[in-house]
């Protein structure tokens, strides 16, 4: 009995930063001066190999159109 309260406090932790994020969205948005931010020119290679590295064969080919709610890691 006691595995399945464990589950459930678990299952509680990932609820709780999503409410937040969604009622202080303040806290996400970058501030108007921080638009100067360059991302890195090998960003999108970066992403990719970690993308197929989390999914591995199951990857479509257009590993961008992965359906990322579908996958709880």
């Given at each position: 009995g006691a595995s399945r309260k464990e589950e459930r406090e678990m299952e509680a932790?990932?609820?709780i930063p999503e409410k937040e994020e969604r009622s202080e969205?303040?806290?996400i948005c970058?501030?108007?001066?921080?638009?100067s931010y360059l991302p890195p020119k090998d960003?999108?290679?970066c992403l990719e190999s970690h993308v197929?590295?989390?999914?591995?064969p199951s990857l479509p080919k257009?590993?961008?159109q992965?359906?990322?709610q579908e996958n709880r890691l």
């Open positions: 932790d990932w609820a969205p303040s806290l970058p501030l108007p001066q921080n638009r960003l999108q290679s197929r590295e989390v999914f591995g257009d590993w961008q992965t359906p990322l």
